[in-house]
């Protein structure tokens, strides 16, 4: 009973590397989320996907892209990455878009930029 | 911009006694949410409220909406040490969720 799946769990990268960080989920949900958690500014959303094929910007998507690979599968790329880019990452997916529906989170990616 | 402002920021108590934490905004919310999260671990969902005064209960946990959809506030009675954990309220926007930044709690044996 997986739920979202995140690789890798760390990560530690050089300013201007490139990486891309992955997420599954397996309850066949139509949505899915990107977040990054700072200290002191809690969940802040990046990008989402409302279904399969449609990607949109959240609030903080500056220097990042995704990419919705099929409907299990959502990424999110560095393409070169910035000390302020050093967080915990949170892939999230619900069953449809909607402010009611419950968020299913994975474990989270945690990413330093030295 | 809607906000969400966690209150308090920080908790400490001793096993058994209650407490309350607060989620307020000055902005309506379709609907809010509470997570609790544990250290490396994702949220985890606790409870969804969509109506203005709902309240719903989840064993020693009580939440509730306020009338005017703008606040929200979580009570447990008789904490134990695995209510440890930081406890988040989201509220509902054009089908996203707004993050309040999280009241850390710790439940002292």
């Known amino acids: 009973n997986a739920g979202v799946t995140q690789t890798p769990k760390f990560q530690v990268l050089k300013t201007g590397q490139s990486m891309t960080l992955q997420c599954a989920q397996d309850m066949n949900h139509n949505s899915m989320y990107w977040y990054r958690q700072d200290p002191g500014m809690g969940l802040r959303l990046i990008y989402y996907s409302a279904s399969e094929g449609t990607t949109d910007k959240g609030e903080v998507p500056n220097g990042y892209n995704v990419s919705r690979l099929n409907k299990r599968e959502f990424s999110l790329r560095l393409e070169s990455a910035a000390p302020s880019q050093t967080s915990v990452y949170f892939c999230?997916?619900?069953?449809?878009?909607?402010?009611?529906?419950?968020?299913?989170f994975g474990d989270g990616t945690r990413l330093s930029i030295l | 911009t809607q906000l969400l402002e966690q209150s308090p920021q920080f908790l400490s108590i001793q096993e058994g006694e209650n407490l309350t934490v607060y989620c307020n905004s000055s902005?309506?919310?379709?609907?809010l949410q509470w997570y609790r999260q544990e250290p490396g671990e994702g949220p985890v969902l606790l409870v969804t409220v969509v109506t203005g005064g709902e309240v719903k209960k989840l064993k020693r946990l009580t939440f509730q909406f306020g009338d005017a959809r703008k606040d929200s506030s979580l009570h447990i009675t008789a904490a134990q040490p695995g209510d440890t954990g930081l406890y988040l309220c989201a509220g509902g926007s054009q089908g996203n969720l707004i993050f309040g930044k999280g009241t850390k709690l710790s439940v002292k044996p």
């Open positions: 999230a997916s619900s069953n449809l878009r909607a402010s009611n529906q419950p968020q299913h």
């Open positions: 902005s309506v919310f379709s609907s």
